[in-house]
């Protein structure tokens, strides 16, 4: 949908009407122990030489690295292919240095069992301090995208982990699906995980073209807090629909709070409904509490979605503390014993500056098999004049059998589907386009998708 190449095709689809019914095929590791590492150990060769000779020696088989860290890149945007705008600078904690390090780590671990997903913030958009961020950072050339609180006043970059993009921007939802997407498309990763896919707090949100869409959408005025957390969840929808269509064997995850109701009351989280209506393979929760029992709480209130759920521990020193080795070990056998399928330490950088980096004890020993998930879905976008998207449009699938309504962006889209044919309606008092996906993916991703379109080419909307 907004990628060059389709831009370029829309008479294409105009005159095929070809719409995909995807299958997303992952797979985790049977038993994962996962590593979070952040950019400042990616800088150089050397760093990253280091994390992941600690990696092998210390069991580790899937590392997150942390190549967008606010709103630029540890990596070449458009390397080899530009089919997908991404403008983003160069991060500054590369240091001017002309190094690539996702090409660099995923070139020295080809022959190893490790799996590298790349780990990208999402909404925080700068550091807590501007003086080192490029000229074309998104705070200086977008920074109307960026949220507001209450009193319509402009977060601030040095509140809070920085200042947030708002989510309830459409425009900003379509620039970061473009830069994930063009990350995966020229880097040949096992996964992409997705942190801050969320608001910064309650307070915000206030964005004035947010909340002119806000005003449009139907809901009321106490129903805000209900609007903000679809925001969110029709970035992820999208996004996962678009990564799958990319390569279904990719793995989409999330880095997600792991107390339910903050995650949802406080910051418009509602990552459970990601899993159960089938947009996410995987979530990560940051079960970072040192306490035991705090960390088996969360753990009891999330087992139902076990399956598909990594635990996140907290493996860093503070306040000059020492962390011990046998705090992170405790909540391992948690995690295990309640049959959770791995877990995933915060961070490699914590675990070395904590002076005890001998977790081998700890890491060893199965946990439950990760889930082989299969996902058939079907999405497109509704536009008008090729380029216009049509938000709350009503689409029917099998003459009304289920029924969806187009985002702000005119997307839509039915999951959870059986191979099989299909037919598909937007409501018959409107004459639109239907604007579908460009190419075909691998054969085993297709089906047969039989149409019920009666619609002009063009068509004016009164």
Known sequence: MFSKQNRKKTILI??????????SRSTLSADIRALWVTA?????????????EFALDHNINQIFAHIRY??????????FFDTYDNPEPRSYILNGNYFDPLAYLLDITKETDLEIHAWVTVFVATPRTIENIADNHLYKTRNEWFTRDFLDTQMSYNSYEGAYLDPGVPEVQDYLINVFLDIVNNYPVKGIQLDYIRYPDSQFGHNPVAIESFHRSGYNNSQFHQWKEEQI?????????????????????????????????RYSQNWTEWLEEGYLDYAYIMSYSPVDEVVQKELDEVKKWKERIIVGLRAWAENNRPYSPDLVSSKISISK?????GIALFSYSGIRANNNPTLTNALTGKNSPATTLTNNFIFGYVTYNHDIALPRIPVYLNDGKRITFTD????????????????????????????STIGIPATNSVFPVKYNLSFPEMAKID
Request: no cysteine; proline share 5%; hydrophobic share 45%.
């Open 40 to 52: 400042w150990d990616l800088n150089t060769p050397e760093k990253i030489d280091k994390m992941v």
């Open 233 to 265: 969840n029709r970035f992820v929808r999208r996004f996962y629909a678009e990564i799958k269509y990319h390569d279904p064997e990719l793995i989409v995850s999330a880095a997600v709070i792991s107390d339910l109701n903050r995650a949802r009351m």
């Open 337 to 341: 014993k309640l049959g959770f399928p």
């Open 408 to 435: 702000e962006n005119g997307f839509f889209f039915f999951n959870h589907l059986k191979p099989g044919n299909y037919s598909l309606k937007a409501d018959k008092g409107i004459n639109v386009l239907f604007s």
């Open 14 to 23: 105009v005159l095929f009407l070809t719409l995909i019914l995807g299958m």
């Open 70 to 79: 606010r709103s630029d890149a540890l990596y070449f945007p458009n390397r």
